[in-house]
């Protein structure tokens, strides 16, 4: 029966099925027979509280204090991502900081009195900078810039100079700029071109020079750049079109720079560039991507991180053997946390460990003893490991051969008679990837018995150079049909019901879920779209100049493409749309600007569709303030529910 459900969806579609292009090469890996799916049997498995998951805390930036004696972290342990303080060894967290917007981006001051940190208005993403007294006291602000947004400080210059990301409304470029102790920032780069914004990484020659990385807003290119700060005077060390150079650190010696590359093969990889030379040293082949991360403080090895599809391990270089030696870290999703995790001392390295069944928590890792310590404990007790559900990387092929891989949120106790309810949950960018971390939204589907599959469609990271460029001026085209590929595998294993599969995604995701419940109006039963966008006119119109900047580089302009703004417009499908919708959606939203939602919400209730719309006060690109996220997560949860399994006798449909 199920068989022949498939065949009918199957030509209903038939725009979806038939190849457009030939197979995109990315690395080999054996494709997944879906029949391998498993439900295990757990009898500490259940539907673990909406409120607890939504509660659910993390830690959103880390920073040492200069004495190595304390952890700065910003957390939302009160429901509003504030700063916290704890020993080094862990301790229960002393709150520094009270305010009702969101604060992150934190640098300790070089002689050790303050905590720097950024704090925008409402989401706006126009932040300001402010200080607070490493040991507790009154928050001062140090810029008032509504127009100017102000982010990504480093610490470590000359006369206690700090480096720092500057972006004016109006553009889309960002620039280099420093702040002094009194709170001047003098800007020393004149970006001329939108696309393209300045982020400093490392300082130098004690403290009088800035390496920073000059970074195309589409993740194409980066270069690599040393900038006098006396002068202004600006050398680019690294760089070609179309290419990735991004700078992680210099060596203690100043010889060598730590970079991140994907010249010559497409892949990112990790990499020592001999500044007088020119010459490079290579770390051992792997056929997925890595990064580097910092030198040791001692110089003596590049600490790394290396991906196995999606799942990533870090790792340590020993620049003298060109031994490369894992570190003794939980398998999942590892990495290092805040923008320098290595400890004054050299000693130690934050890091984080997640999965799908693993909430992050940061941890101090002993680089001599391998031995980890936990620092925080942020989860709440409900989401224990035992009781959540477990992840499993998959690979199917897509519609015209090329392999997409995917994470799949299998419930515990389920029935392979293909009765159950799933969810395809695409992710934002689309510049970016799923991986196997704890999202709250999976875990509480998964506990209430939905199979949640997450794709890596085509214009992905992670999967090398022509991937991600797959979907450049095909938005909606080729990567819809490898998120509705992914549908059909879950289908396949024997546990899914075909007409009881829903679409969930956030910004692009939200895109991905409007394109679908109007391109493909009978392949999903239910859909909930988070800040996405139906009208890609209106976004090129209404949006930050940040993210018109990045809009150009996928589609062009509305006059030059017309009819590539019409293809890939939801819009220009949705009156085929038949799936109950659910919209969400910030009032603050920079990127994706409340009147995608209004447009969505004006078109289908016209033509009487079954459709919900919330906006959300003072909140920007994704919900920050805990009762919205619980309540986002609640709508969301009770939208599937009620549309995706069965009803009692007498209920009334939202």
């Known amino acids: 029966m199920h068989k022949t459900m498939m065949a009918a969806l199957l030509m209903s579609a038939p725009m979806l099925t038939a190849p457009l292009a030939a197979q995109i090469a990315t690395p080999e890996r054996p494709v997944t027979d879906p029949k391998t799916l498993t439900s295990p049997v757990n009898p500490e498995a259940r539907a673990v509280p909406l409120e607890d998951i939504g509660s659910s805390r993390t830690a959103a930036s880390v920073a040492w204090s200069v004495d190595g004696e304390h952890i700065f972290l910003s957390t939302n342990l009160t429901g509003r991502f504030n700063i916290w303080r704890t020993d080094a060894a862990g301790s229960w967290p002393l709150q520094l900081t009270q305010s009702d917007e969101a604060q992150g981006g934190l640098a300790a001051s070089p002689d050790g009195k303050w905590l720097y940190f950024q704090q925008d208005k409402g989401g706006n993403e126009y932040h300001d900078i402010y200080r607070v007294p490493v040991g507790g006291g009154a928050v001062e602000q140090i810029t008032r810039t509504p127009d100017i947004a102000e982010r990504g400080l480093v610490p470590g210059g000359a006369g206690g100079l700090m480096a720092l990301s500057v972006k004016n409304r109006n553009d889309g470029q960002a620039n280099l700029a420093v702040l002094a102790p009194d709170g001047t920032v003098r800007v020393l780069t004149r970006e001329a071109d939108p696309a393209f914004a300045w982020a400093p990484q490392v300082w130098a020659d004690d403290g009088k020079t800035i390496y920073a990385n000059r970074e195309k807003v589409d993740s194409s290119t980066s270069e690599v750049w040393r900038v006098d700060v006396a002068t202004g005077k600006a050398t680019r060390v690294l760089g070609a079109e179309g290419t990735i150079f991004a700078l992680a650190d210099v060596s203690p010696d100043?010889?060598?720079?730590?970079?991140?590359?994907?010249?010559?093969?497409?892949?990112?990889?990790?990499?020592?560039?001999?500044?007088?030379?020119?010459?490079?040293?290579?770390?051992?082949?792997?056929?997925?991507?890595?990064?580097?991360?910092?030198?040791?403080?001692?110089?003596?090895?590049?600490?790394?991180?290396?991906?196995?599809?999606?799942?990533?391990?870090?790792?340590?270089?020993?620049?003298?053997?060109?031994?490369?030696?894992?570190?003794?870290?939980?398998?999942?999703?590892?990495?290092?946390?805040?923008?320098?995790?290595?400890?004054?001392?050299?000693?130690?390295?934050?890091?984080?460990?997640?999965?799908?069944?693993?909430?992050?928590?940061?941890?101090?890792?002993?680089?001599?003893?391998?031995?980890?310590?936990?620092?925080?404990?942020?989860?709440?007790?409900?989401?224990?490991?035992?009781?959540?559900?477990?992840?499993?990387?998959?690979?199917?092929?897509?519609?015209?051969?090329?392999?997409?891989?995917?994470?799949?949120?299998?419930?515990?106790?389920?029935?392979?008679?293909?009765?159950?309810?799933?969810?395809?949950?695409?992710?934002?960018?689309?510049?970016?990837?799923?991986?196997?971390?704890?999202?709250?939204?999976?875990?509480?589907?998964?506990?209430?018995?939905y199979v949640v599959i997450q794709p890596n469609f085509r214009g992905s990271t992670g999967y090398g150079k022509a991937f991600q460029a797959a979907n450049y001026d095909d938005l909606g085209g080729g990567d819809l049909k490898d998120t509705i590929e992914a549908k059909r595998f879950l289908v396949a294993s024997g546990y899914v019901d075909p007409q009881r599969v829903g679409i969930f995604g956030g910004s692009y995701g939200g895109f991905m879920t409007l394109m679908a419940i109007g391109k493909a109006p009978d392949e999903f039963a239910a859909a909930v779209q988070w800040f996405g966008i139906i009208n890609w006119r209106s976004m090129y119109r209404d949006q930050d100049e940040f993210t018109k900047s990045y809009q150009r580089t996928l589609m062009g302009t509305p006059e030059d493409n017309p009819e590539g703004y019409d293809r890939a417009s939801p819009l220009t499908y949705l009156a085929r749309a038949k799936a109950p919708l659910l919209s969400l959606q910030g009032e603050n939203d920079i990127r994706v600007p409340r009147g995608q939602a209004q447009e969505v919400a004006d078109i289908l209730a016209a033509k009487g569709n079954v459709v919900e719309t919330v906006f959300y006060p003072a909140e920007g690109h994704g919900f920050r303030k805990r009762e919205n996220q619980i309540d986002s997560l609640r709508r969301t949860v009770e939208w599937f529910d009620t549309h995706l399994k069965p009803q009692p006798a007498g209920a009334e449909a939202k």
């Not at 290396?306 to 398998?331: F, I, N, V």
């Not at 942020?378 to 891989?405: N, W």
């Not at 419930?411 to 196997?436: C, E, Y």
């Open 254 to 449: 100043g010889e060598w720079l730590a970079v991140t590359t994907d010249t010559a093969i497409g892949r990112a990889r990790a990499g020592l560039y001999n500044l007088a030379s020119g010459r490079w040293t290579w770390l051992k082949p792997t056929p997925w991507e890595q990064s580097a991360i910092r030198f040791t403080r001692d110089g003596t090895a590049l600490l790394v991180e290396s991906s196995d599809d999606m799942r990533t391990a870090l790792e340590r270089y020993d620049l003298a053997t060109g031994a490369q030696t894992p570190l003794k870290l939980p398998a999942g999703l590892n990495f290092a946390s805040g923008r320098d995790a290595r400890s004054p001392d050299g000693r130690a390295l934050l890091v984080t460990n997640m999965g799908a069944n693993v909430a992050g928590e940061i941890s101090r890792y002993d680089l001599a003893t391998g031995s980890l310590s936990r620092v925080t404990n942020l989860a709440v007790a409900s989401l224990r490991p035992e009781a959540l559900a477990t992840s499993q990387m998959v690979t199917y092929k897509s519609f015209d051969g090329t392999l997409i891989s995917a994470l799949v949120t299998m419930p515990a106790n389920l029935k392979r008679d293909g009765s159950n309810p799933a969810i395809v949950f695409p992710h934002g960018g689309p510049t970016g990837q799923s991986v196997d971390s704890f999202s709250p939204y999976a875990a509480a589907l998964a506990s209430r018995g």
